[in-house]
Each structure stands twice: as structure tokens, then as C-alpha cells.
């Protein structure tokens, strides 16, 4: 039996989908089996940013109703032989399926995969009930503003009410801003908050980059971003990894720059 | 007040007395105890008109004012004891009064609740007299109180001392960093209005219908019996 984990944060545009896609990638490149389901009815985001759009026969809805059975349904990667998706429907609405359908489902993954990461739409409405009612765990993921702290606390309260435990990503950090006071650190989050950080993300452009390419920035070693959701799945499965430094080791040639006072 | 109900009627010293008649330029008034079970309320009333106080019920139309104490009575029970004087043909009920019920005063200590846990953004948490929460109140969140409010962390939210009027009520936190504070009808607005640089605990109180913050050391100036400890 797998484990379902909802990705959420009650405000939206803080990177629920690209959290849903990293960390799922970053799982079945690990050799897990995993299958990551889009609540996000009428909005759906992780096709694209998987690449998987031009795949989809059945969604969500379909299977709701009956049009199809669940495997019918599920998407194959492309990059990965054990990684799957159930899209949502784009035409329909969040009211066209219960909790208690979502939860059918997804107890219906979690017998064939290790995990089912479940991407939450924004809000706290049907959307978010659907998306949390098969989950055994939640990460939140929140970015260093008072608006998406605010809203991730609230939804922190709500999982606590349905006994959820979550953990949360604080994501789109950026070290410079950070350092000169002008963004919320990690330390303040977490006191508000107080639950477990579960890792921070480092703001990337290659994050953005490689979502417009339908590919995973997670497959990018490169990328700073991609280091971090490795890490994060990583501490999922029970490793124990230090938190990423926030600063970019410099080289050499920038030091020297910097010495300079040219860099 | 209530003893002077009961003098005066003191025929017999065995039975309790729990009816007193008075008379008034414009008639009567019946002040019955509000301690005793309605029903032996009702039987003793009963009796003194029909029985003990024969002389009252003869002669013109008298008005009554019946005075129930602090006692609360429904409609129902309203109505048997207008029934039970209107028997008599001469008395005629103006009105049934009661007095409020005086609110159980909350006391310093007294009716402190202990709560643990954390107030999120969206919740809210409503207590009738002194709270004691250990735990943060996050913004967003809010909590309401009728009586003080002490947080045993950081509070960061909204937090209404006093919320029925109680002048006296004081917030006290160990990080006083809220989004906004309320002692009875006064609203204050940090950063705005205050603004406190050090991290020491601190309460918010009522001076003069201004709110103020204070450390949390000059408590025992505000209050009026300080706890004195002997050397």
C-alpha cells in the first residue's frame, strides 16, 4: 500500500504544480512508482508542465462518471517507465466530483503505487476538499510573502482539522533579498507556521524555463532548483540531507571579480 | 437586599418565609425570594392569598407589582403567578420584574482557562473570562475574551480583551507583535499607533479610554490588591 500526499498552499502562483511535477519526477528517479493526479478542475497545469498535454484520452471526470476505468485514464511519462499521471478535466468544474470519488481513487493508486502525489488547486474551497480528502500527508508550499504565509497558514489549520500531517516547502527564495532583510527568512516562516520544513527552493529561471519545455527542471543537475527537489524526495523517503546553503558558492574567477570590485 | 425581603414577615420562625407584601401609595408590591424552588414559590403564594392575607382581597381594585429578585422565569411560569393573584378578584398585575443576573465576577486567577495550541490564520477562539493560551496566535487568527488575555508565545493576530465591557482586562504575551489588539470598545493598530523594539513580555491595558503597552514588570501597579510575598 502507497502513500498519498496532497501538494497545497491555499494561495495560488506559489508553485503547487511545479512542487507536484519536481517532486514526482524527482521520486521515480529514485525508483519509486509513482502517480500524480491533477485536482485542479477547469485550471489543469501538470500536463503541461510534465509535457504530457498531447496524451491525454481520459481525465478525472471521465472516470468519475464512468466513461473509463482508472488505468485507462492514467498517462504514461515519457522519460520514466514507472511514473504516471491522472489529468483533470479542463472543461468540466471542481463541483462535478466529490470528496469521497477523489478519495475512491486515489485508494485505488495507492494499492498499485508507492506514492500518489496529488496536485491541489489554489483555495480552500470544494477544489482543496476534493484534493485532501484520500490524503495521508500534505506538503505545504508557500514563498517568502506575508499573502502566501498568511494563506499557508490557513490551510495548515484546515489539515490539521481533517488530522493531516504537513510538512512545507518554502519555495522561490531568493539568497540576495533574503540577506539584505527585504524577504521574509526561513527562520520567521517556520516560528509562524511550526511545522516541519520539509526543504527550501532557491528562486531558478531555469524553473521557469524548463516548465514552458514540458520537462521537469528536476532532470537539469544544473539547476540549483533541481538539487533542492531532489533533496526534498530524498527526506521523503527518510534520508537525512542538510538544508541546501541559501548562497551559491562563488569560483575562483567571480571571487577575484568580486575582490576586484569589478563582479 | 435579599435578607430585607425576608423581615418583616417573620409570623413563624420554623418555616422560611419566602413571600414579602408591601404596601405602596399605589398598591402593592409582592417581593419573592429568588433563591427557593419556584414551586414552593407558588404554593406559599397561594396560600397567603387565600389563607394568611384575607384582608387584602376585600375591598377596591388594587394594582401589584410582583418583584421576582435575580430570578429569570419563563412566559409559562409567568403566567401561573398572574394566574394565581388574578384568582383573587380584587388584584390586578401591573407587571413581573426581574432584575439581571449579576455576571459571576471574574477574578484575577479565577476562571483561568489553560488552552495549548496554536491559533491559525481563519480560526477563532471565543472564551467566556480569563484565557491563558500556550502557544502562538498567528496572524489572521483571532481570539475573543471577556476577561485577560495572556499568551504564552508570540501573538501575532487579533486579540479582544474585555469583549462585554470589562475595563479592566489586560492582554499580556511574550511577543507582542499583533495585527491588531482590542480592550472593550478601543482599537489599537500597531505598527501605527505603537510600536515596541524590545523583545520583552508585555501587556496591553486601558488608561483613561486609551490603550497602552507596558512591560509586563509594571503589572502589579495597574492592579489593585497586588500579590504582597513574604520575605
Redesign the interface.
Known amino acids: 500500500m502507497g502513500e498519498a500526499i496532497v501538494i497545497t498552499s491555499g494561495k495560488g502562483g506559489v508553485g503547487k504544480t511545479t512542487t507536484s511535477a519536481n517532486i514526482g519526477t524527482a521520486l521515480a528517479l529514485l525508483g519509486k512508482k509513482v502517480c500524480m493526479v491533477d485536482t485542479d478542475i477547469g485550471l489543469r497545469n501538470l500536463d503541461v508542465v510534465m509535457g504530457l498535454e498531447n496524451r491525454i484520452i481520459y481525465d478525472l471526470i471521465d472516470v468519475a462518471e464512468g466513461r473509463c476505468r482508472l488505468n485507462q485514464a492514467l498517462v504514461k511519462d515519457k522519460r520514466f517507465e514507472e511514473l504516471y499521471m491522472l489529468p483533470a478535466a479542463q472543461t468540466k468544474d471542481k463541483t462535478d466530483i466529490s470528496p469521497e470519488q477523489v478519495r475512491d481513487m486515489v485508494l485505488e493508486l495507492k494499492k498499485e503505487f508507492d506514492y500518489v502525489i496529488i496536485d491541489c488547486p489554489a483555495g480552500i474551497e470544494q477544489g482543496f476538499r476534493n484534493a485532501v480528502a484520500g490524503a495521508d500527508r500534505a506538503i505545504v508550499v508557500t514563498t517568502p510573502e506575508?499573502a502566501a504565509v498568511?494563506?499557508a497558514?490557513?490551510v495548515?489549520?484546515?489539515l490539521?482539522q481533517t488530522q493531516i500531517p504537513a510538512r512545507l516547502v518554502i519555495n522561490r527564495i531568493r539568497a540576495n533579498m533574503v540577506r539584505n532583510g527585504e524577504m521574509l527568512d526561513i527562520d520567521e516562516i517556520c516560528?509562524?507556521l511550526?511545522i516541519d520544513l520539509l526543504g527550501i527552493v532557491p528562486d531558478d529561471e531555469k524553473v521557469i524555463r524548463s516548465a514552458n519545455a514540458g520537462e521537469p527542471t528536476v532532470m537539469d543537475p544544473s539547476s540549483r532548483a533541481a538539487i533542492a527537489y531532489r533533496n526534498i524526495a530524498r527526506r521523503m523517503l527518510g534520508d537525512m540531507v542538510p538544508l541546501m546553503p541559501l548562497e551559491e558558492k562563488a569560483g575562483v574567477m567571480k571571487r577575484f571579480r568580486k575582490f576586484l570590485g569589478i563582479g | 437586599m435579599k435578607e430585607s425581603y425576608r423581615e418583616g414577615v417573620g409570623t413563624s420562625v420554623a418555616e422560611k418565609q419566602h413571600i414579602t407584601i408591601k404596601g405602596v401609595k399605589d398598591g402593592l408590591i409582592f417581593l419573592l425570594d429568588d433563591t427557593c424552588d419556584f414551586s414552593v414559590l407558588l404554593d406559599e403564594l397561594q396560600f397567603k392569598l387565600e389563607k394568611s392575607h384575607q384582608q387584602l382581597l376585600t375591598g377596591p381594585i388594587v394594582h401589584v407589582q410582583v418583584k421576582l429578585g435575580t430570578r429569570q422565569v419563563n412566559e409559562e411560569e409567568k403566567e401561573r403567578i398572574k394566574a394565581a393573584i388574578r384568582n383573587q378578584g380584587n388584584l390586578l398585575v401591573q407587571s413581573i420584574d426581574s432584575e439581571a443576573r449579576l455576571e459571576p465576577k471574574a477574578e484575577d486567577g479565577n476562571n483561568l482557562k489553560v488552552l495549548t495550541g496554536i491559533i491559525r490564520s481563519g480560526q477563532t477562539l471565543e472564551h467566556d473570562g480569563n484565557l491563558l493560551l500556550m502557544g502562538d496566535l498567528n496572524p489572521g487568527g483571532s481570539l475573543l475574551c471577556t476577561g485577560d488575555i495572556f499568551v504564552l508565545g508570540a501573538l501575532r493576530g487579533l486579540a479582544h480583551a474585555g469583549c462585554k465591557g470589562k475595563e479592566d482586562s489586560i492582554i499580556a504575551a511574550s511577543l507582542l507583535r499583533p495585527t491588531q489588539l482590542r480592550i472593550c470598545e478601543v482599537i489599537s493598530r500597531p505598527p501605527d499607533e505603537w510600536m515596541t523594539g524590545d523583545a520583552m513580555m508585555e501587556f496591553a491595558y486601558l488608561s483613561e479610554g486609551v490603550m497602552k503597552i507596558d512591560k509586563l514588570t509594571q503589572l502589579h501597579r495597574l492592579r489593585k490588591l497586588p500579590a504582597v510575598f513574604r520575605a
Do not use: P, T
Request: aromatic residues 0%.
Open positions: 506575508n498568511r494563506d497558514d490557513r495548515i489549520g484546515l490539521e516560528q509562524v511550526a
